[in-house]
């Protein structure tokens, strides 16, 4: 305990040490007069001999303390003295840094969120989902494949795979309660809680010992579904949930960020050996195998499963696994890779906010630091005052920026959750905060660096004799700040230039003519039960029995039938031939499935030809309608209607009874009897795709849909609908994603993506904008302070107020002009990258015009109104502020 | 700009050295032993008085020195400075070492003339 000894006899020490050196001199000053000398001549020369005492002594003390560790608390606490006499300018700074260190913080957040730290679980770099290319269709995006389950077993041997999860999803339905609820029920391989390591939030996973134990039927809820159920009660496990008129034990929860499947998990055992025919095999490959090995191995693999069963996989097809974070990386990485440079922009401005607003107050603390510097003060430890400060600033702007940060990652979750990942949550944690501080100490020493090492070379002599007065500052600052304030209006002003494209291509994207009327329409997707419904007849009929209830229910003005085919993003993509044309292999057209009422209810016009009738509906007549797009692109000649299609890839596979049901020849010639206007079937930000329309009962999956116009809200139709649905069969539920048409495209990804980037893009360059502002309004304040007396000598001497307005203008004219200039001058460099960024942003010149002329606005606002504060001056008072 | 008070010319310790030696000899108070160095060093090296100072603050940080009040020579209450066990110890140490510095410098300084 040395140091503590130390510490506490330090007082008694340096006391003792200003004495012995106070003996020196006098000593030596007694002994050079004894010599001979005057006494001022003695001390003169004492001095000289022994140095200069008060550095001595200071240089003396610190042999008993931590030296930088104390000249920096020193530092600290003089920083924060400092601060608090100057409110405002701390507020200003401490906000604009809060806002630059938020912004770019939630934007790692994010980014950690969705890319480096996706999902929870473990070795998610190593697991792959089993996709390849359909060679059938080139151009297409990946497939994923389903195995059967004497496949699956052997796919588990394949070298380079450390092990397979499998899983197949049934639609089924909670029974007991007074409506049926769709569920998802997903038999997963008991292997899943060593594969994926994720521990339950109660209770437990799936597990392998589910798959030997015989005495009753263990199910684990996602914690979607705990909380929709269950209302998030705590107290679960080992109740009871009927499904499908059986019981099952609540074993486990799992967290929030475990989204494997979004509902309930059963052990695969439960599920009958000869009804494992569609498993989807997610794979975890061995450590340093790579994708390519591995589509290797696989591919081989599965090319043999081909030979054996022909009708699962395409005819032509090459491995391509992708790891489970690919598609996410693709869809959202480069929109956050492009929203992390605009954070990064307002970083740098927000940085050279401050920049300025530390030179200009440096500007009135010259002498201040002259003194600092007579005193004795080094160089170096002045810059490192200043330094301190601008950390102290920097520290406590990046306090409330974490604040800022993980308030804005959640409002940009909670806002745009289809955009991401459902694995993805928002944390504050160690790798965020720590990057956080390393931004707050960067950005405090990209800020406080270039004004310190010039505020830190005073030049004494002159400062001392204008001590007291303001001068106007030197040539050297000036051109730093009016170079700071430049720079800040061109990057401001490329903020602005994206933000408004990244605007008008959301307008043009929404309000783009859809071609079809989603208003009081709503979509009602029905799953049917496994092994029911297995003949065509029965499909068709249950469905139409369905619908003439529904067109019953009060509210309800038209009901029709479409099977995927809603827009904006409808049918299946698939080849198509046309009867006496050489048949193209990269043909595609979209084919729709759905009644003759599709049409009327979603206000889509007949151009030419007709609908099919009842009859032909419910025999699924050999007819097809086609889109304008279809008729314009194939039949440039119009004579569309009559002329034969046929779909030859429309086969009904034998792998699975009654997944499929339809007329015996689905790949036959179809007739044209009619063309249709164009509607929205590739997204909203894509080129309508040639489109046909198909007689719904020709080809039915295990589900249908329902399109239903109402009178009000169509959501408000729901519950009646579903009472009528029962009417007819009480076990049939309806699915979840029950959605309004018009919500619907607001919920579309592109839409979504867009909208998040229009909005943070727009927020991110009007805070640009105010900062801005701030630094323009602050430098045009002390420039206008700085020459109070000039101005009061000129008014004096007879000049105008328009005069001395416009010496004020003209010298900060120059500096917006330039930047606006080198900003523009960027922007269009760069034009064709901020278009990119922009994603499919509108192309609109006047956009341009109009961000240079509202900068120019609030430009002129922000510096006229100090400005006008200086022609306001009296002179006589102006002279007299000396 | 403040010159730095520190020696270049000396090697490191050389300060620190010439006090303890100085001391071992008789405690003496600051001025005395400024004196006495310099004297001692016929004025060959050039040592600001003050530099003592800190010198010493670090010798009494290290326990190599303790002070105390006494009596300089004119009978003035001073303070004294005289060198500790653990002080002596340092000192025969670092002259050992330096004399087998110098040793070594020597030789390759009569090999580099041959």
Known sequence: MNWLRNLLTRRRRYEELSQSIREHLEEKTAALMSDGMSREEAEREARCAFGNPV??????????????????????????????????FS????????????????????????????????????????????????????????????????????????DVVGSTNVNSEITGRELPEDVTLTYITENVDAFLRVPAMLGRNIQRSDAES??????????????????????????????????????????????????????????????????????????GVSLATADAEVGALLHNFAKDAPQQFPTRFRMRLEHITDRI??????????????????????????????????????????????????????????????????????????????????????????????????????????????????????????????????????????????????????????????????????????????????????????????????????????????TREQRAEYIET????????????????????????????????????????????????????????????????????????????????????????????????????????????????????????????????????????????????????VPYSRFMWEFTQFLIRTDGPPLAALHPIQLAIQSINSDQQTERNVRDLQQWIAQEPEVQQQRLFSILFGLFSSLALALALIGLYSVVSYSVAQRTNEFGIRMALGAQRTHVLWIVSRSIGVTVVSGLAAGLVVFVTLHSLLMHIAGNGGSNPFILVGVVALFIFCAVLASTIPAMRATSIDPMQALRTE | MVRKPEYHDLFPGALELMILKTLSRKPVHGYALAQQIKERSSDLLQIEEGSLYPALQRMLKAGWLESEMGLSSNNRPVRIFKVTPVGKKHLEKEISSIEQMFAGISRVLALAEQ
């Not at chain 1, 998990?265 to 095999?281: A, G």
């Open chain 1, 55 to 88: 550095v001595i002594e200071e240089r003396s003390r610190e042999a008993w303390q931590w030296p930088s560790l104390e000249s920096t608390a020193a530092d600290l606490s003089y920083a924060f003295r400092q601060l608090r006499k100057a409110p405002g």
């Open chain 1, 329 to 534: 990386v693709l869809s959202i990485g480069r929109t956050l890779v492009q929203l992390v440079v605009a954070v990064l922009m307002l970083l740098v401005v927000g940085c050279a906010n401050c920049s300025i607003l530390l030179l200009a107050r440096g500007m009135s603390r010259n002498s201040e630091l002259a003194v600092r510097s007579a005193l004795g003060a080094s160089r170096s430890r002045i810059v490192r005052q200043l330094l301190v400060e601008s950390l102290v600033l920097a520290v406590t702007g990046s306090l409330f920026g974490i604040l800022l940060a993980f308030w804005m990652a959640k409002l940009i979750f909670g806002l745009f959750p289809d955009v991401f990942m459902h694995e993805s949550v928002i944390r504050i944690n160690l790798p965020i905060l720590a990057f956080s501080v390393v931004l707050a100490v960067i950005s405090g020493l990209l800020f406080g660096l270039m004004p310190s090492l010039r505020m830190s070379r005073p030049d004494i002599a002159q400062m001392m004799q204008t001590l007291g007065r303001k001068i106007a500052g030197g040539k050297g600052q000036a051109r730093s700040l009016n170079l700071l304030i430049a720079a800040q209006i061109a990057l401001t002003v490329v903020l602005m230039g994206a933000a408004g494209f990244a605007i008008s291509g959301f307008m043009e994207m929404t309000h783009r003519d859809s071609g079809y009327d989603p208003a009081h329409l709503m979509s009602v997707p029905l799953p049917f039960h496994r092994h029911s419904l297995l």
């Open chain 1, 546 to 693: 369905l619908r003439r209830k529904i067109a019953t229910v009060q509210g309800v003005t038209q009901v029709a039938i479409s099977a995927d085919a809603t827009p904006p993003d409808s049918g299946e993509t698939r080849p198509f031939e046309i009867l006496g044309t050489p048949f193209a292999q990269k043909q595609f057209m979209r084919a729709e499935f759905t009644d003759a009422k599709y049409f009327s209810a979603l206000r889509i016009p007949l151009l030419e030809g007709r609908l099919w009738d009842e009859t032909e509906n419910t025999r699924g007549a050999a007819v097809c309608i086609i889109n304008q797009t279809l008729a314009r692109e194939y039949f440039p000649n119009g004579n569309a209607v009559g002329s034969q299609i046929r779909l030859p890839d429309l086969e009904i596979p034998a792998v699975n009874p009654g997944e499929l049901v339809g007329v015996p020849d689905t790949t036959g010639w179809l007739q044209v009897i009619g063309v249709v206007a164009d509607s929205l079937d590739n997204g909203l930000d894509k080129p309508v795709l040639p489109a046909v329309y």
């Open chain 1, 214 to 287: 015989t005495g009753g039927q263990p199910i684990v809820l996602s914690f979607d579904f705990w909380m929709r159920h269950y209302n998030g009660d705590r107290d679960v496990l080992n109740r009871t949930l009927e499904i499908d008129h059986k019981p099952y034990t609540v074993v486990g929860v799992m967290p929030r960020d475990y989204a494997w499947e979004r509902d309930l998990y059963v052990p695969m055992s439960l599920l009958p050996t000869r009804e494992r025919i569609s498993v989807l095999p997610v794979m975890k490959l061995k450590p």
């Open chain 1, 91 to 162: 507020v200003v700074v401490i906000l604009s840094l809060a806002l630059g260190i938020g912004a770019t913080t939630s934007m790692f957040s994010l980014i950690y969120a969705v890319l480096l730290h996706p999902v929870p679980y473990a070795d998610w770099q190593r697991l792959t989902y089993p996709s390849y290319l359909n060679d059938d269709q080139p151009g297409s995006p990946v497939w994923w494949f389903n195995l059967n389950w004497a496949q699956y077993q052997q796919l588990l041997q394949a070298g380079s795979i450390e």
